[in-house]
């Protein structure tokens, strides 16, 4: 019984949340929540805090092998007109977005890296989130889900 509820605990836990994840997404700990203005999304692959469903850079995180990779940074996940690496907060006054992207995906989120494209001006924070649509882009024609969690 005791070992029966044990695993249980540990099944629910490793299904509510991989925060490892968040380390390898720019800026993943600091995703703003698109439906709750001031708020972090501690959940950037998820449809919401408390769901196992993923958003479209959920499964698209998923199928980059769960790296940030040059394709991820350049998609548009949640189809609202941005791509996810402008969301996540490069700035593309000197350089593409290509070209940064393609930079990211050699350093696997090295905080020295990120420490020094701060500096640069090269990294902000992020501007939406890249998996829930907020009607931020040029072209939205999305909306976010109804009860996406604040």
């Known amino acids: ?7 249980g605990f540990l099944l629910v836990t490793v299904a509510n ?5 968040r380390d390898r997404i720019l800026n993943g700990h600091a995703v703003p929540n698109p ?5 972090m999304w501690g959940r950037v692959g998820h449809m919401s805090s408390s769901s196992t469903q993923l958003n479209g850079f959920g499964r698209d ?24 690496g402008q969301e996540l907060g490069l700035v593309t006054n000197r350089y593409t977005l290509q070209t940064l992207c393609s930079f990211l995906s050699q350093y696997n989120m090295n905080p020295r890296v990120l420490s020094f ?17 907020d009607q931020r882009g040029q072209f939205s024609t999305c909306q976010p889900p109804p009860n996406c969690g604040c």
Do not use: K, W
């Open 61 to 84: 995180f998923a199928s980059s092998g769960h790296m940030f990779t040059e394709q991820l940074c350049l998609a548009d996940s949640d189809g609202d007109g941005v791509r996810n």
């Open 35 to 39: 439906c709750c203005p001031g708020s």
């Open 117 to 133: 494209l701060r500096l640069r001006g090269i990294l902000r924070n992020p501007s939406s989130h890249p998996g829930i649509c």
């Open 1 to 7: 019984m005791i070992l029966t509820a044990v695993f």
């Open 17 to 21: 949340a991989l925060p490892q994840y």
